[in-house]
C-alpha cells in the first residue's frame, strides 16, 4: 500500500534562511510525487509535480524538489524564504496502479520569523 | 483560484441530518475526487468518479455516497451525520485519471 511520511510536523525558519522539508515514500510501483502547499483557510495549491525524467523539478514560487529513488524521497527545497511562504506544505503520492487517489502526508507546518 | 468552487462554504448541521456537498471540476476535467481532512485522520480520499463513472474508493463510509452528473459535476451526500463527521472536505479534478489534481476550496461542515 502507498504511504507517506512527513517527519517533521513543525519547521520554524527565519525569512531568508534556506529550506527543506522532507517527504519519505513507500509505493509498490513508479509513482507520481507531489508537494502541496495550504494556507490558513485555504485549500491545496499545487507546488509541483515528479511523473518521469529529470528527477530535479521546479515548481512555482521559487520550489523545487528532488526525488531520489534509492532513498524513496521526494524533499522540497527552497533556497530564500519569504514570510508569505508560512503555510502548511503536504506531500502527496499517487499513481495508476492504484486508481490515481493521492495519499498524503501528515503534513509540515512551516513557520518564518523575521 | 484552482477553477474548481465547491458550494457551500460552510455547513453547520446537527447530528442525524443529511447534507448535500457540490463540486464544480475545472473547465475539460472528467476526473473528480473527493477528499475529507480532519484533524485526527489527516486528508483522506473519498471517493472517484470520471466522466460519470465511479472509478475508485477510498475510506468512505457507507453513509455517505456521491455521484458525478452528465455536466460533470458532482454532488457529496453525507447522512445520518454524526460529530465525528465535522471535517474539510474537499473536491478536486484533474483531465484524466491520472493527472495532477487541482481543489477547491473546500466545504468546512461543522455537525453539532
Known amino acids: 500500500a502507498q504511504s507517506v511520511t512527513q517527519p517533521d510536523i513543525h519547521i520554524t525558519v527565519s525569512e531568508g534562511a534556506s529550506l527543506e522539508l522532507r517527504c519519505n515514500y513507500s509505493?509498490?510501483?513508479?509513482?507520481?510525487l507531489f508537494w502541496y502547499v495550504q494556507s490558513p483557510g485555504q485549500g491545496l495549491q499545487l507546488l509541483l509535480k515528479y511523473f518521469s525524467g529529470d528527477t530535479l523539478v521546479q515548481g512555482i514560487k521559487g520550489f523545487e524538489a528532488e526525488f531520489k529513488r534509492s532513498q524513496s524521497s521526494f524533499n522540497l527545497r527552497k533556497p530564500s524564504v519569504h514570510w508569505s511562504d508560512a503555510a502548511e506544505y503536504f506531500c502527496?503520492?499517487?499513481?495508476?496502479?492504484?486508481?490515481?487517489?493521492?495519499?498524503f502526508g501528515a503534513g509540515t507546518i512551516l513557520r518564518v520569523k523575521s | 483560484d484552482s477553477g474548481v468552487t465547491q458550494t457551500p462554504k460552510h455547513l453547520i448541521t446537527a447530528t442525524g441530518q443529511r447534507v448535500t456537498l457540490r463540486c464544480s471540476p475545472r473547465?475539460?476535467?472528467?476526473?473528480v475526487y473527493w477528499y475529507q481532512q480532519s484533524l485526527d485522520q489527516g486528508l483522506q480520499f473519498l471517493i472517484q468518479y470520471y466522466n460519470g463513472e465511479e472509478r475508485a474508493k477510498g475510506n468512505i463510509l457507507e453513509r455517505f455516497s456521491a455521484q458525478q452528473f452528465p455536466d460533470l459535476h458532482s454532488e457529496l451526500n453525507l447522512s445520518s451525520l454524526e460529530l465525528g463527521d465535522s471535517a474539510l472536505y474537499f473536491c478536486?479534478?484533474?483531465?484524466?485519471?491520472?493527472?495532477?489534481?487541482?481543489f477547491g476550496p473546500g466545504t468546512r461542515l461543522t455537525v453539532l
Open positions: 473547465s475539460g476535467d472528467l476526473s
Open positions: 509505493y509498490g510501483a513508479t509513482p507520481y
Open positions: 502527496a503520492v499517487g499513481g495508476m496502479e492504484y486508481g490515481n487517489k493521492l495519499v
Open positions: 478536486a479534478s484533474s483531465i484524466r485519471g491520472v493527472d495532477e489534481q487541482f
